[in-house]
């Protein structure tokens, strides 16, 4: 059986309650230790530091004393639910504690971390309380667990796979292969997607919990490694079984769940995967501008030059708008789960696209250096190799596109300009949540409160908010009239979509729609943040110049007219970004002190 861990389960009844400092505190300890352990990445003395872990990458290896280091932390407790001893009941500060190892090493922050949690979101959702407490015990203790759910021939429909659980009196008898599972090897426990039903649909497929200690070793054998170009420390290989009996107890839910419980499963996982990887982005920027800031052309440096500074804002603007959808994303989990269906989607499909963009950008003030694998500079094109990597995961661009597509209509009658108002806690970068349940999710969208808290935003800024808004008052009216003008319309466009686009089979109008509303997410998302922002808690998320050049850049990508912003705005971003550089602070909504 899995291994049990020394560590005791928690009582939930005997944990006291916080208040939200208190919760917050306790957070920002958590996050300050991982830095510690990790130390600063531009250390050349540091042996956890960018040039071991570049080094690594080369050798296609997850750094060794790295993972210590994670094991050290208790990394694995971030994964568990508090009840079962872990530390994890919130969705948002995962994605939060992550971004520090993502922040370093993409390789690390899935081969160590985040592909564990992919598998155990499941076991949390349907488990049973022994399998909970199996898997708990496993990593609480330090093991791992690998998941399934796609076959590399199929691409992203997880539902053509190649195992079958042939169902017996006693369990299963497991056949079939598949080729790409991050830490197969390395895992003691496997969450596998099976046929169990030779019937065409959705109840064909169920999820099993595979213990390997249990499993005849003459029964399955490991496959090749899979090579990859970005992320080259996992350990991506296959694993083939050949009449492998499994128990009973393996089945996660009952059986026929299998396509349910992916689908709930990957509103958490899409939720907060991409809220991990801005920690990557931030290398990126941080890199670009340590380059921007050294490197002299023309007896200037790179910094003095415009459209340098230009594209270093807007990577700086992009990091933000990603963060206000992450967190937007991450909490709708706890506060609005009768809509994180799409949100996730929405989040997994934008954030990628945006940070891809960035690196490219920033990769053009980096020049020749862009291409440079070692030294100071190193870290950039790795993160720009490993982010398509991440992005595909268990859900792609069109996957993605695709669970969108089909609410459309739906909320576009329902939600949009008639339902509730977005709850304040959406946006509030720091305040204290409901617990996780993951048995609140539903599969289609019953709701849209994000997107719908565009409706009279143009009147909030121009009136209660004005004051706020300062000299960006008639600036942010327009951008906010822009995007509810654009809301309109695409109401008025889901409303005419035909049978066929609100199916696998949809247009490219479709598509393009879909992408049009993840942008309105991010922008009701951004003046969601700014709208609720203390000017005593954060005064540069609660200033109008972060936000003005937000909603700009999506104004701008949705096709609208552009007011003028106010002299200045530029100077104000750069002014941040070179002040968070050089007091080693994070580029994203927590402006949190880093190593280095």
Same mark, same amino acid.
């Given at each position: 059986m899995l291994t049990p861990s020394e560590t005791p389960s928690q009582n939930p009844s005997r944990i006291p309650s916080r208040t939200p400092n208190q919760e917050e505190v306790l957070i920002q300890r958590r996050v300050a230790d991982l830095e510690r352990r990790l130390g600063d990445p531009g250390d050349?003395?540091?042996?956890?530091?960018?040039?071991?872990?570049?080094?690594?990458?080369?050798?296609?290896?997850?750094? =060794?004393?790295?993972?210590?280091?994670?094991?050290g932390f208790r990394l694995n407790a971030e994964f568990v639910p508090t009840e079962l001893g872990?530390?994890?009941?919130?969705?948002? #500060?995962?994605?939060r504690v992550l971004r520090g190892v993502f922040r370093r090493d993409a390789s690390l922050g899935l081969g160590y971390g985040a592909t564990t949690f992919l598998a155990a979101i499941a076991i949390?959702?349907?488990?049973?309380?022994?399998?909970?407490? &199996?898997?708990? *015990?496993?990593?609480?203790?330090? +093991?791992?667990?690998? !998941?399934?759910?796609?076959?590399?021939?199929?691409?992203? *429909?997880?539902?053509?796979?190649?195992?079958?659980? #042939?169902?017996? /009196?006693?369990?299963?008898?497991?056949?079939?292969?598949?080729?790409?599972?991050?830490?197969?090897?390395?895992?003691? =426990?496997?969450?596998?997607?099976?046929?169990?039903?030779?019937?065409?649909?959705?109840? $064909?497929?169920?999820?099993?919990?595979? /213990?390997?200690s249990v499993v005849p070793a003459d029964r399955y054998r490991y496959l090749p490694r899979y090579e990859t170009v970005g992320v080259r420390g996992c350990q991506n290989a296959g694993v083939e079984f050949t009449d492998c009996p499994l128990p009973a107890d393996a089945l996660v839910g009952k059986p026929g769940d299998g396509v349910e419980l992916a689908l709930r499963s990957f509103q958490i996982t899409r939720s907060v995967l991409p809220s991990m990887i801005l920690g990557g982005g931030? %290398?990126?920027? &941080? #890199?670009?501008? $340590?380059?921007?800031?050294?490197?002299?052309?023309?007896?200037?440096?790179?910094?003095?030059?415009?459209?340098?500074?230009?594209? !270093?804002? +807007?990577?700086? %603007?992009?990091?933000?708008?990603?963060?206000?959808?992450?967190?937007?994303?991450?909490?709708?989990?706890h506060l609005v789960p009768e809509a994180t269906s799409v949100y996730a989607a929405a989040v997994k499909y934008l954030l990628p696209k945006l940070l891809t963009e960035t690196a490219y950008d920033l990769s053009i003030v980096l020049g020749a250096n862009f291409y440079v694998r070692d030294g100071a500079y190193g870290a950039f094109q790795k993160h720009v190799r490993d982010l398509p990597m991440i992005s595909l995961g268990h859900a792609g661009t069109a996957a993605c596109q695709a669970t969108i597509i089909p609410q459309l209509? &739906?909320?576009?009658? %329902? $939600?949009?300009?008639?339902?509730?108002?977005?709850?304040?806690?959406?946006?509030?970068?720091?305040? +204290?949540?409901?617990?996780?349940?993951?048995? &609140?999710?539903?599969?289609?969208?019953?709701? *849209?409160?994000?997107?719908?808290?565009?409706?009279?935003?143009?009147?909030?800024?121009?009136?209660?908010?004005? $004051?706020?808004?300062?000299?960006?008052? *008639?600036?942010l009216t327009a951008l906010a009239t822009a995007l509810e003008d654009e809301l309109r319309s695409l109401q008025a466009e889901c409303g005419d979509m035909s049978p066929k686009d609100r199916t696998v089979l949809a247009s490219p109008k479709a598509y393009a729609i879909a992408d049009r509303y993840t942008l309105l997410l991010a922008?009701?998302?951004?003046?969601?943040?700014?709208?609720?922002?203390?000017?005593?808690? /954060?005064?540069?998320? =609660?200033?109008?110049?972060?936000?003005?050049?937000?909603? %700009?850049?999506?104004v701008k990508r949705l096709g609208h007219p552009l007011p003028t912003l106010p002299d200045g705005w530029e100077d104000q971003l750069l002014d941040e970004v070179l002040n968070r550089y050089h007091e080693a602070r994070s580029y994203d909504l927590y402006d949190t002190p880093i190593a280095g």
């Amino acid at each position: 059986m899995l291994t049990p861990s020394e560590t005791p389960s928690q009582n939930p009844s005997r944990i006291p309650s916080r208040t939200p400092n208190q919760e917050e505190v306790l957070i920002q300890r958590r996050v300050a230790d991982l830095e510690r352990r990790l130390g600063d990445p531009g250390d050349a003395d540091n042996p956890l530091g960018l040039d071991a872990l570049l080094a690594a990458d080369e050798r296609g290896e997850l750094l =060794a004393g790295a993972e210590e280091a994670l094991a050290g932390f208790r990394l694995n407790a971030e994964f568990v639910p508090t009840e079962l001893g872990g530390r994890l009941d919130r969705v948002d #500060t995962l994605g939060r504690v992550l971004r520090g190892v993502f922040r370093r090493d993409a390789s690390l922050g899935l081969g160590y971390g985040a592909t564990t949690f992919l598998a155990a979101i499941a076991i949390w959702a349907a488990g049973t309380p022994e399998q909970q407490r &199996r898997v708990a *015990d496993l990593l609480l203790g330090g +093991g791992r667990l690998a !998941i399934a759910y796609h076959e590399l021939a199929h691409g992203n *429909d997880f539902v053509r796979n190649e195992f079958r659980a #042939t169902p017996t /009196d006693d369990g299963f008898v497991m056949s079939g292969a598949k080729h790409v599972i991050n830490n197969v090897e390395r895992a003691e =426990a496997l969450v596998l997607f099976s046929r169990t039903e030779d019937t065409v649909g959705s109840r $064909s497929h169920s999820v099993l919990l595979v /213990d390997k200690s249990v499993v005849p070793a003459d029964r399955y054998r490991y496959l090749p490694r899979y090579e990859t170009v970005g992320v080259r420390g996992c350990q991506n290989a296959g694993v083939e079984f050949t009449d492998c009996p499994l128990p009973a107890d393996a089945l996660v839910g009952k059986p026929g769940d299998g396509v349910e419980l992916a689908l709930r499963s990957f509103q958490i996982t899409r939720s907060v995967l991409p809220s991990m990887i801005l920690g990557g982005g931030d %290398t990126a920027l &941080r #890199t670009a501008v $340590s380059f921007a800031l050294d490197r002299k052309l023309y007896h200037r440096s790179v910094l003095e030059i415009p459209h340098a500074r230009a594209t !270093i804002v +807007g990577a700086f %603007t992009d990091l933000l708008i990603s963060d206000c959808l992450a967190l937007a994303a991450t909490r709708a989990v706890h506060l609005v789960p009768e809509a994180t269906s799409v949100y996730a989607a929405a989040v997994k499909y934008l954030l990628p696209k945006l940070l891809t963009e960035t690196a490219y950008d920033l990769s053009i003030v980096l020049g020749a250096n862009f291409y440079v694998r070692d030294g100071a500079y190193g870290a950039f094109q790795k993160h720009v190799r490993d982010l398509p990597m991440i992005s595909l995961g268990h859900a792609g661009t069109a996957a993605c596109q695709a669970t969108i597509i089909p609410q459309l209509p &739906r909320l576009a009658r %329902t $939600s949009w300009f008639s339902g509730k108002p977005a709850p304040e806690g959406l946006f509030r970068v720091r305040d +204290g949540l409901p617990p996780l349940d993951p048995e &609140r999710l539903v599969l289609v969208a019953g709701s *849209d409160a994000l997107v719908g808290s565009l409706e009279g935003a143009a009147d909030a800024v121009a009136g209660a908010a004005r $004051s706020r808004a300062g000299q960006y008052a *008639d600036a942010l009216t327009a951008l906010a009239t822009a995007l509810e003008d654009e809301l309109r319309s695409l109401q008025a466009e889901c409303g005419d979509m035909s049978p066929k686009d609100r199916t696998v089979l949809a247009s490219p109008k479709a598509y393009a729609i879909a992408d049009r509303y993840t942008l309105l997410l991010a922008g009701a998302a951004c003046l969601g943040v700014w709208r609720h922002q203390e000017p005593e808690d /954060d005064a540069f998320l =609660a200033s109008p110049a972060w936000l003005a050049a937000a909603l %700009t850049r999506l104004v701008k990508r949705l096709g609208h007219p552009l007011p003028t912003l106010p002299d200045g705005w530029e100077d104000q971003l750069l002014d941040e970004v070179l002040n968070r550089y050089h007091e080693a602070r994070s580029y994203d909504l927590y402006d949190t002190p880093i190593a280095g």
